[in-house]
């Protein structure tokens, strides 16, 4: 079975400072990782993701996230934080191996603050 | 591209009364929807996994018979809550796998329900 930990509830950051949320999951097998961002009273937004290759990923709005098999872990960083970046952000881990089955942290809550 | 609706955004209903939720995938086509359900300062719970022209797959735990899915075509999927209680209301999120693509999943914007 695979899960994933988000160890920040809640991270505050002040606007312009770097930001990282910390993602650790655990799996026997190959997996896919995944970092979602969602607003209020909205769905989720994909930001980036890996599915191989380069371990450093890129995603929309500035964000990026480095694989780390070794330390099992998918850390999502930003270097400069906007007032807008305030949202709850979910990382999430699939394998192909397990019928691509989402498993979703319980979510960090980043705010931002002027 | 890859855009999934939902719809109703936001559902106000009577308890005892049943509602149902679309979730459609606009550009794409998706044989597999998900279908989430999030409560307050929560992460998302899996409900069920959607599969055109079969039966869905249920989690542990939720009741078949109280949340009928129907997957009745490659881009549309329901979920419907039949004899709605208080307890039921909560933030539902579906998601859409793309046919042909990777394993990424593309969500709609979720629907409010509120059972009074």
């Known amino acids: 079975a695979q899960s994933v930990t988000q160890l920040d509830s809640q991270v505050p950051v002040f606007e312009e400072a770097p930001v990282e949320l910390r993602c650790n999951y655990s799996s026997s097998v190959s997996v896919y990782l995944f970092w979602y961002v969602q607003y209020p009273n909205q769905g989720l937004q994909l930001l980036l993701k890996y599915l191989s290759g380069s371990t450093l990923v890129k995603g929309i709005n500035g964000f990026e996230a480095e694989f780390n098999k070794s330390q099992t872990s998918f850390h999502l960083r930003k270097p400069s934080v906007h007032i807008s970046d305030t949202a709850e952000y979910f990382c999430a881990v699939s394998s192909p191996n397990t019928g691509n089955q989402f498993y979703f942290g319980t979510g960090t809550s980043l705010t931002v603050i002027p | 591209g890859a855009v999934v609706s939902q719809h109703p955004s936001r559902v106000i209903c009577k308890s005892g009364t049943s509602v149902k939720i679309e979730c459609r995938s606009l550009?794409?086509?998706?044989?597999?929807m998900f279908w989430y359900r999030q409560f307050p300062k929560k992460s998302l719970m899996l409900m069920a996994t959607s599969n055109e022209g079969s039966k869905a797959t249920y989690e542990q735990g939720v009741e078949k018979d109280k949340f009928l899915i129907n997957h009745a075509s490659l881009t549309l999927s329901t979920l419907t809550v039949t004899s709605a209680h208080p307890e039921d209301s909560s933030f539902y999120i579906c998601?859409?796998?793309?046919?042909?693509?990777?394993?990424?999943?593309?969500f709609g914007p979720g629907t409010r329900l509120t059972v009074l």
């Open positions: 998601s859409a796998r793309m046919d042909g693509g990777t394993d990424t999943q593309y």
């Open positions: 550009d794409f086509q998706a044989t597999t």
